[in-house]
């Protein structure tokens, strides 16, 4: 079996959609049974390369948006033709038109943002979304989506004839398994208790709301802890900033930016909460990743985000300001039940892994090939 994939993500820095690539490929690629093929518009970054350790990496020099567009729409087909591939994996929301009837196409579509909340998102990523996504949907044989959540909400939008080729594969999230010790030098052992956000600095992630609630607790209770905000700076960073010493948190939040995964790790290890107030996920990496730590997680009440985090945290109107505060209020002052949600958050979070994941999406590539 031959199979292709398009890895065009892994030319970012770490995101829960490459990271969800990278990781399942490392699983699939220490099989040897079958071939697979990987290609990029331009060349990943250096760190999957050196992991992914495949002779069979296909990389172009397509760096400029609408040079990346016309490759995934043109160039990408006619590279999948010449190497004979059976089956097609296009790994975030994007499968090239008028592929030959005889490959096999799989896409993973990891959210509906772009139908549900388009205002979420820069004008360049909707028009992405909207010109490429829902074709995407319609043409492949296959469909896979990481909640229950996301297959309900593509229901919505495409209709129930959807249903049949929908398969919910739950993302990993053990970014613990090789689990570090505490270093003593490492800045998170020198910050007050600290909450920490990890995700990128975009709308959807609603952390301006969540800095402006924590600015209207009570000043005694907030001066016992520090923000750690860690992920990929982009359109709002200037923004956030800026709204951050407006409400006088300036001395409270700390942007990391992007870091490596051992430092990621630390960051885990050592936090109080996990605050994850976004508007709209299908799934919610940093929710597990922080849960395998037993780190409990503080969360909206909507889309995945119930349903990924389970009994391990605690839910959050998002749209409130207010009621955000009260939440985090009483959740702050409120410690008596911490360790029995580190518990849960422990439990819950060893239904989530890469190798089962990587393990159920290669059964399904076997059974439509083999059927």
């Known amino acids: 079996m031959r199979i292709g994939v398009d890895i065009r993500n892994l030319t970012h820095e770490i995101s829960g959609t490459s990271r969800y690539i ?3 490929l490392r699983e699939l690629l220490k099989k040897k049974k079958n071939k697979i093929y990987l290609f990029s518009p331009s060349p990943i970054k250096v760190t999957y390369k050196k992991n992914l350790k495949t002779k069979n990496l296909y990389e172009s020099f397509f760096y400029l948006p609408l040079l990346r567009y016309i490759w995934g729409k043109y160039y990408l087909k006619r590279k999948l033709e010449k190497f004979n591939i059976d089956i097609f994996w296009g790994a975030a929301h994007r499968i090239p038109a008028d592929l030959p009837k005889n490959i096999i196409k ?3 579509i990891f959210d509906t943002v772009f139908l549900d909340s388009p205002h979420l998102m820069s004008k360049f990523n909707y028009l992405k979304e ?15 989506v990481p909640s229950e959540s996301t297959k309900k909400s593509l229901i919505k939008h495409f209709g129930s004839n959807l249903k049949n080729k929908i398969k919910v594969i739950y993302l990993g999230g053990n970014l613990s398994t ?4 505490k270093q003593e030098y490492h800045e998170s052992n020198y910050l007050k208790p600290y909450l920490l956000f990890v995700g990128s600095i975009s709308p959807r992630k609603n952390l301006k709301n969540f800095l402006w609630s924590f600015s209207l607790m009570n000043k005694n209770l907030q001066n016992r802890y520090n923000i750690i905000i860690v992920g990929n700076f982009n359109f709002e960073q200037i923004d956030i900033i800026s709204f951050t010493k407006k409400i006088g948190l300036e001395n409270t939040v700390r942007f990391k930016g992007s870091i490596n995964d051992s430092e990621l790790k630390l960051f885990y290890q050592n936090a109080e909460y996990l605050i994850f107030p976004s508007l709209n996920e299908g799934f ?3 929710i597990i990743e922080a849960q395998s730590f037993g780190i409990p997680v503080i969360t909206s009440n909507i889309y995945s985000m119930p349903e990924i985090m389970g009994r391990g945290g605690y839910l959050l109107n998002p749209y409130s300001v207010n009621s955000m505060k009260k939440k985090l209020t009483k959740v702050l002052l409120n410690k008596n039940n911490k360790n029995i949600k580190k518990m849960y958050a ?5 239904k989530y892994n890469w190798k089962t994941t990587s393990n159920e999406i290669l059964r399904l590539f076997e059974g439509l090939y083999y059927k």
């Open 178 to 181: 090789n689990k570090i010790s």
């Open 130 to 144: 909207y010109l490429t996504t829902p074709q995407s949907i319609l043409t492949a044989d296959y469909i896979l």
């Open 106 to 108: 799989i896409v993973t």
């Open 284 to 286: 919610g990496l940093p």
């Open 22 to 24: 990278y990781e399942i």
């Open 346 to 350: 422990l439990k819950n979070s060893k």
